[in-house]
């Protein structure tokens, strides 16, 4: 047992002492002075020769233009007038900045009412029709002649006819509602039974328009009879239905 640790222990410090020795490296790299040092000194040696780190030579420096810059519009009066007088030289023809407005060749035209008024390209006259100069080698007297006696043999009379007969066609709302002066709700005729209202709604839900309902009441026996419930108020208006705009029409 003693000689296995004594193994053990000297194959230990045989592979400590195969293990390379480890730098003291507290301060970090490039901390201890030599960093900065080896800059400066390719600084300077970059200054001396004129040349950048890639091997280009330094650009010189720029020059400053001695022409002297446009004047800064700060919104006092004087900027303003400079700049409204740039402004209207370059949109005036020929003037300094707009030179492009003279190179056409074309006097430009401007605004004056002494100018002389655009000539008229088409002018409509009358119409040749009323035109006896254009139409007098189209049209003589005697075609004129023709045409109307073709216009006359294509004329025809009507003779009236006697109105037909609608006493077999059923009610007439319209006769009715004339014939009938009383107001919308005077009761005219009685009205007996139960549930008048709501068979006043089934009945009157089955037409689209009060027309049709008051034509329908008076085909079933109104005014005088109301077996439908259409007219529980008894005035011979059924769903609604109202006489006036027909009287209306006719009373003007």
């Given at each position: 047992?003693?000689?296995?640790v004594s193994?053990?222990?000297v194959l230990?410090f045989a ?6 020795a480890i730098?003291d490296s507290?301060?970090g ?15 300077r040696a970059?200054?001396?020769?004129g040349a950048?780190?890639g091997?280009?030579a ?9 022409a ?14 400079a700049?409204?007088?740039r ?19 074309v006097?430009p ?6 100018n ?7 002018a409509t006259?009358i119409?040749?029709e009323?035109?006896?100069?254009a139409?007098?080698g189209?049209r ?5 002649a023709a045409?109307i006696?073709?216009n006359?043999?294509q004329?025809r009379v009507?003779?009236p006819?006697a ?5 077999s066609?059923?009610?007439n709302?319209?006769?009715y ?9 005077t ?7 139960f549930?008048?209202?709501?068979k006043?709604a ?7 328009h009060p ?6 009441f ?9 077996r439908a419930?259409?007219?529980?108020d ?5 769903c609604?239905w109202?006489p006036?705009?027909y009287?209306r029409?006719?009373?003007?």
């Amino acid at each position: 047992m003693i000689t296995r640790v004594s193994i053990v222990a000297v194959l230990g410090f045989a592979l400590a002492a195969c293990q390379p020795a480890i730098p003291d490296s507290g301060r970090g790299v490039g901390f201890d002075g030599t960093f900065e040092a080896q800059q400066a000194e390719r600084d300077r040696a970059l200054a001396a020769s004129g040349a950048f780190a890639g091997g280009t030579a330094m650009p010189a420096p720029p020059q400053v233009a001695s022409a002297s810059l446009e004047p800064v519009n700060d919104g006092s009066p004087a900027a303003v007038a400079a700049e409204t007088s740039r402004i209207l030289d370059a949109t005036r023809p020929g003037g300094v900045g707009n030179e492009a407005a003279t190179n056409s060749g074309v006097e430009p035209l401007n605004a004056s009412p002494s100018n002389p008024p655009p000539p008229v390209l088409t002018a409509t006259g009358i119409s040749r029709e009323n035109n006896f100069d254009a139409v007098a080698g189209q049209r003589t007297i005697e075609s004129d002649a023709a045409r109307i006696a073709a216009n006359r043999a294509q004329y025809r009379v009507v003779a009236p006819e006697a109105l037909p007969d609608r006493s077999s066609a059923g009610p007439n709302i319209v006769a009715y509602a004339l014939q009938n002066k009383h107001a919308v709700g005077t009761p005219i005729y009685t009205r007996r039974g139960f549930n008048k209202d709501r068979k006043y709604a089934r009945a009157c839900a089955q037409y689209s328009h009060p027309d049709q309902a008051q034509l329908a009441f008076l085909s079933n026996g109104g005014p005088a009879k109301d077996r439908a419930g259409m007219d529980p108020d008894g005035d011979g208006y059924a769903c609604d239905w109202d006489p006036r705009p027909y009287r209306r029409g006719v009373e003007g």
